[in-house]
């Protein structure tokens, strides 16, 4: 199933989830996005998500205000809705109305695969190769890879720096997806000292030696960060 966390009062940009993009609220979009894959549940911070949810038609739940991230959230959400152990969870931010529905599915066959592997611990993400200009910039995460492409390290720096000349960079699309099991797993680690320095939730799986499956993708998505990012993507629906 897909749980898109959508949270009111973000500290960047208050009430962003809900801004106009082409005529629909930005979590509707979103959610409209994927909707043909799974289930679709917003889990919310608000009354007032809940009711722009229904009008449009989309399953959206209350949890939490006091949750630290999107990925407490979407757990809270799926303990309430009783998602089996099993059930692969994808976490689609709400702010990515952009989101190719490719990208999910790819994430999807990739758990799957974990889980028919028998792996102890099932998380994944993806990333797409990017540019060196691109990775100056500290809100497109970076990520390094090992040889099986599981993450060694996400940073909002350039990584790795090129000393040695022909570096290449890999940003992080931020949609993740769990088993429901690791994802209660994840939520029970205790925080790390490099995920609140770097301002990355996922660092906390790498620091307690949790293998994090990247997957490849081709996506030209872009979330809404910044008031200069929605009016972007108001562009592209004019």
Same mark, same amino acid.
């Given at each position: ?41 917003? @889990? =919310?911070? /608000?009354?007032?998500?809940? $009711? ?7 399953? #959206?739940?209350?949890? *939490? ?68 200009? @691109? =990775?100056? /910039?500290?809100?497109?995460? $970076? ?7 599981? #993450?060694?390290?996400? *940073? ?83």
């Amino acid at each position: 199933m897909i749980i898109i966390p959508a949270r009111l009062a973000s500290t960047r940009f208050p009430q962003k989830v809900i801004a106009d993009i082409g005529g629909l609220p930005m979590v509707v979009r979103t959610a409209q996005r994927v909707a043909h894959i799974d289930r679709v549940v917003v @889990a =919310a911070d /608000d009354e007032a998500i809940i $009711k722009i949810c229904k009008e449009y038609g989309v399953e #959206a739940m209350l949890t *939490s205000t006091t949750h630290k991230s999107g990925t407490d959230r979407i757990h809270e959400c799926a303990t309430l809705l009783n998602v089996d152990e099993d059930e692969i969870i994808i976490n689609v931010q709400a702010d990515e109305p952009f989101i190719e529905p490719d990208v999910v599915e790819s994430l999807m066959s990739k758990l799957k695969t974990l889980q028919d592997e028998k792996a102890d611990f099932i998380m994944g993400s993806c990333y797409n190769a990017i540019n060196a200009e @691109a =990775a100056q /910039d500290p809100n497109l995460v $970076k990520v390094v890879l090992d040889e099986k492409e599981n #993450a060694i390290y996400f *940073s909002r720096s350039a990584i790795p720096y090129n000393q040695g000349g022909g570096a290449k960079y890999f940003g992080h699309i931020g949609i993740y997806g769990f088993s429901k099991k690791s994802l209660k797993e994840f939520c029970s680690l205790n925080d790390a000292p490099i995920e609140d320095i770097e301002k990355l939730e996922q660092l906390r799986a790498i620091y307690h030696q949790k293998k994090i499956a990247m997957v490849k993708v081709a996506s030209t998505g872009f979330g809404i960060d910044t008031k200069e990012d929605l009016a972007r993507a108001i562009e592209i629906f004019l």
